[in-house]
């Protein structure tokens, strides 16, 4: 696939900006979707040791309850 793209790069060297930025934008969603999956505190990769991660929450800790109102608005968060 690289000797494709260096090929059309040899023959069409106008196509480097367009091979770059398509590929900086593929790199920048795979980094975007690692830190969602990493960092995110809705996904649970360990199974074993905290089965259900959102029985742990403190008193104190803030989280958001997203509920069904009646106003025009639809989905409105509640901060509890």
Not at 10 to 38: E, V
């Amino acid at each position: 696939m690289f000797r494709v793209i260096a090929a059309q790069l040899k023959k069409h060297p106008s196509l480097a900006p367009l091979f770059l930025f398509c590929g900086g934008g593929g790199l920048a969603a795979g980094l975007y979707l690692m830190r969602l999956a990493l960092f995110n505190p809705d996904v649970s990769w360990d199974r074993k040791n905290n089965p259900e991660p959102w029985n742990k929450l403190e008193p104190t800790d803030q989280y958001k309850v997203r509920c069904k109102t009646a106003s025009s608005l639809g989905w409105v968060p509640i901060v509890l």
